[in-house]
């Protein structure tokens, strides 16, 4: 089955899907093509669909956010702890 040019999409012959029914029927000549996929991820618009969902965003935006709140309040804390621990050594010895 060979590949060829509608729009903006490779698709295989004869396939048409959602908005790619509206886009113009015409083929593009090979010499007209600006780009080439260079490279592919398997799977990643499964990761990209989870994302865009509410668990998705929980998971990917809201828990990194809170775990580096509580680092940097944890990082604050210490600093506090340490610098008056470090007063109290020195006047010791």
Known sequence: MRDFVRGHAVLPRGEL?????????????????????????????????????ANGTLLFVVVPAVLLVVNELWNFRTA?????????????D
């Open 80 to 92: 506090l702890t340490d610098d008056g621990d470090s007063d109290t050594a020195t006047e010791n």
């Open 17 to 53: 899907a959602g908005e790619l029914a509206e886009v113009d029927q015409a083929l593009v000549p090979a010499e007209n093509v600006v780009g080439v996929v260079q490279f592919h991820i398997p799977y990643f618009g499964y990761l990209v669909q989870f994302v865009n969902t």
